[in-house]
Structures are given as structure tokens and as C-alpha cells.
């Protein structure tokens, strides 16, 4: 059941929705309520047409109606924090002793989960990268492990000399600083 497909979701299956440790048989019950019965008469998407070029695709043809790509919006929407977790501002003041446009910025977010493979992998690209890194491991969000403890030691301190790990940033603050790296992609900048 749960690597089926989410009607009217695709291409999500049930395993990816965000539980959020409730019931799957709630979960299905809230999904039953967004999808409407009634077809939209235009969407709007926070995205890049070239980031998710099949996924519009499918809306539109599935639908039949505009979808309008209408992202970033964080660029000109003031924000404000929705997660439960703090917010380490020390981040800043060592974003403050770096280069302008030398540190890249990883964060998955607060709803993403990945498995130990995967953010290994994620680990040994940034230490491998010769840059300077900022990256937010939020706690829980390896399957099966409270924050980064699955890593190497040898990793671990590798990592260290060249970046620096947090459990939550003020991300704003952090991609609005003159440190982070900058991708740019047309006009969007």
C-alpha cells in the first residue's frame, strides 16, 4: 500500500508523504479532504518551470488548465519561521569569518528525511569539496538516528576543519549573508 500512488498526487506514493507520526488511516482521511472533487481552474506553483518540467507537465495535461510557475517567491515574501526546532543563530557569526560567495549553504529542510547512505554520501561530497560549508543536519532527519552519529569518525572531523553543522538555521539570515554562495540560474538572482 504504502509505494502506491497518491491519487491525484502524482508522482507521490504514500511512503513519502509526511506522517508526522500520525495514523496512515488519518493521513489517507486528510488527503481525501485536499483533493477536491471540483477541478481547479488554474494553478499556481511556487518553482521554476526547468526545476520541475515533468511534474507541470503532468498538472497540466492531467487537469487541463493553466499552471502558472510563479517561484521563488521567498525572494519577495517576508517569511518567518514554522519550525518547531532552534534556530542555532551561531552559524551567523561564523558565516561573519568566511569569504563572501565562498560557503555553501545544504539544507534539507524541515520535512525531508534521507537514509544513513545518502547523507554519507551528502558528507563526503562536502568534505571533498574543498569549499567551505554550512550544513543543517536537523535531528531525526537520518532514518534511524537522532543527528549525525552514523558518520565516521574520521569523517566527522574532516567535516569540521571545513565547515560547520547545525541542527537548525535562521535561514534567511543565512541565505540573505554575504559568505553563501549564490546559485543563479537566468534571472532569478
Not at 518551470?49 to 497540466?60: A, H, Q, S, V
Not at 532527519?141 to 569540521?160: I, R
Request: aromatic content about 10%.
Amino acid at each position: 500500500m504504502l509505494q502506491e500512488i497518491v491519487p491525484e498526487l502524482h508522482p507521490m506514493r504514500y511512503k513519502d508523504l509526511p506522517l508526522l507520526g500520525i495514523p496512515i488511516e488519518q493521513t489517507f482521511e486528510t488527503i481525501n479532504l485536499i483533493i477536491t472533487k471540483k477541478p481547479p481552474s488554474a494553478f499556481l506553483w511556487n518553482t521554476l518551470e526547468f526545476l520541475e518540467p515533468k511534474g507541470l507537465t503532468y498538472i497540466r495535461d492531467h487537469y487541463q488548465v493553466p499552471v502558472f510557475s510563479v517561484g521563488p517567491l521567498q525572494k519577495i515574501i517576508p517569511t518567518r519561521s514554522t519550525s518547531f526546532n532552534k534556530e542555532d543563530t551561531s552559524c551567523i557569526s561564523w558565516l561573519d569569518k568566511q569569504a563572501p560567495r565562498s560557503v555553501v549553504y545544504v539544507s534539507l529542510g524541515s520535512v525531508a528525511n534521507v537514509d544513513e547512505k545518502v547523507s554519507t554520501e551528502m558528507a563526503w561530497g562536502l568534505a571533498n569539496s574543498n569549499q567551505p560549508f554550512l550544513w543543517v543536519v536537523r535531528p531525526g532527519s537520518v532514518q534511524g538516528f537522532e543527528w549525525f552519529e552514523f558518520l565516521p569518525e574520521g569523517l566527522v572531523s574532516q567535516l569540521k576543519m571545513r565547515g560547520l553543522i547545525v541542527k537548525w538555521a535562521p535561514q534567511k539570515e543565512v541565505l540573505a549573508h554575504s559568505a553563501v554562495s549564490e546559485l543563479c540560474v537566468e534571472d532569478w538572482c
